[in-house]
């Protein structure tokens, strides 16, 4: 079952796309491609410009060029090298990733006075062996072509296996690094709210007792006022003689 599954995720993984987009003279283009350790990427490009005068895009003049960088998981630059306006880049991938291709034309425009169109079809592992060369070139027979492309393939399923290992122990490391994060966030949380509370509850406190406090300074006040007033009235009635 799990060669099966690493057998359907590497045909769809191997099947070369094919794709063109448009970028100004001066503009750069980049795209990620995941690739497993030890695999070989081919990139053939076309690279056309708006012709304003018959209105659609035609191929592009011989000043015209293509600057292609490649970077790896790491940041490393694996190619970094400018080709003809038309034709092909290939590189081998060390580290299992994340790959950034990047495309720029190599024109000297200080702005985008023109359009371009470029055709960029990229092939990974199997799919990017030209085996008719190589039957050419090793004078295979059928049979003994047909082998090689076969043990082509079990080794790169070998290393997409190894490639999705990789990432699903990427991920469960992560995941345990976020959920501790997570775990102690709420500790913390928790703590913080503990010392609010019994900090609000001293404060209650306080304050209860400041009221209660005050409540006896008014009762006293107001008794000590009442028995004022009653004594000096009494006083007031005696020097007139009315008690």
Known sequence: ??????LVTLCILQQSFALYFHIG??????????????????????????????KDYMPAHQDIGMH????????????????AAEGRFTFTSHTAGEHVICLNS?????????????H??????????????VQAKDKLTELQLRVRQLLDQVEQITKEQNYQRYREERFRTTSESTNQRVLWWSI??????????E?????????????????????????????WQAFHLRSFFIKRKIV
């Open 188 to 197: 913390a949380q928790t703590l913080i709210l503990l010392v609010r509370e």
């Open 199 to 227: 900090r609000f509850r001293d404060t209650s406190d306080s304050i209860e007792q400041r009221v209660w406090l005050w409540a006896v300074i008014q009762s006293v006040a107001l008794l000590a006022v009442g028995l």
């Open 1 to 6: 079952m799990a060669f099966l599954t690493a």
């Open 25 to 54: 003279e001066t503009e750069r283009k980049c795209f990620i491609e995941e690739i497993p350790d030890e695999t070989m990427v081919v990139g053939k490009y076309k690279v056309q410009a708006y012709d304003y005068n018959v």
């Open 68 to 83: 292609v960088d490649i970077t790896d998981p790491d940041g490393k630059t694996i190619l970094s090298r400018t080709y």
């Open 120 to 133: 960029l079809d990229i092939s990974v592992g199997e799919e990017a062996v030209d085996y008719q060369q």
């Open 106 to 118: 190599n024109s000297s425009a200080w702005f985008n006075t023109g359009q371009l169109r470029v």
